[in-house]
């Protein structure tokens, strides 16, 4: 890979010695966090331009990594109309119009990228796509690589970065302030794993620094995800969105050992499985909407006086769930539980902030060189709730957009 210029200042001490100072690492562009957002901005960025990758912890350690569904897609024209209904309706009707339309446009094009990309999404026995769908879609548009959709984006996206001669990713570098010098932004501070203090020079910056599950008692997030992003902008006046707009998903695997809780995608239910009280009767429609769905559950644990319910796997074929679930069934056999057997407890859990830091339609925020792209960001997409899927589908399309705009806004100046 290219070498990013390292520009060491030394400085006079009161004595005459040369006292150490943070090390300066000068690029064209910096992008904080190597989730989808982060790679995906990278890989639309000229290769003329050096990129500076950092993440907080090591690069498995990213949300993106979790994402179990999968990622919707627009399976036709006329399946615009009931998709853009589907969000807006999850979302409380507060959903940014603009935001909306430019993700499901974008989807199918941004697919067929990810397939170049080597992304192998499961197919048909004819060979075309497998959709599967979740609560509160009317129809089936998620794409799934089994139900860990998210690493296999992920994984397939780091490749492709790792392959730039343009791009330089450093693990266990942690994010602490922005750099901002007459209302520019022009990079970032950071520190290693070793404490010694970093500034990161670029022209351009990219927070896609994830969500803030770690804050959280029970997250279904890695706790490194501490809303970094959001605190280091709001210290710059950078305005913000929504900040209490947190999603609780209704089903994770109820455990009291502690630790991230493991996450139930909703593509079960989508696929069959029902939500159980302690008599074993189902209470609700599966398929509503995750606040919905999660207020249900806590009705129904504070009538019973119980710390869980139950999602029963009864009504979903064998097949379906060694297969397209196979990693929920085997992460069950190692917490005692065979869902091809019996029904597991599940509670709801924090899992994904619709808020953050505003953007505009190019992910630009209100500093002047610095954008945000992925959970960090709150481009109005996801309203008050966000529809299931449409997380991976909105950070890449608007990761994108990200690196869109800073080429334009190079030739520009």
Known sequence: MASTAVVERPAQMADGAVAPQPRALVSDVVIVGCGVAGLYSALNLPRGLRVTMICKEDLESCDS?????GICVMRDPDDYDSWFDDTMRAGHGECRAQSVDTMIWSSRDVIRDLVRLGVDFDRTPEGGFDYTREGAHSRPRILHHADVTGKEITTKLLAQVRRLANVEIHEHVCMDDLLVENGFCVGIVAHDACGRRLELRARDVILATGGIGGLYERSTNFPCLTGDGCRVAAAHGV??????????????????KPGRAFLISESCRGEGAI?????????CDELQPRDVVSKAIYDQMEREGSRYVRLSFERVPEDVICGHFAHIWQRCLEEGYDIRREPIPVVPAQHYLMGGIHVGANSQTS????YAAGETSCNGVHGANRLASNSLLESLVFSRLAARDIVRERHAA
């Open 65 to 69: 990594m979790l994402a179990q569904g």
């Open 239 to 256: 305005a913000l969105d929504h900040m209490d707009y947190v999603q609780i998903h209704p089903t994770s695997l109820y455990t009291e």
């Open 275 to 283: 939500l159980l009280n302690a008599a074993g009767e189902r209470f």
């Open 367 to 370: 500093l002047p060189h610095l």
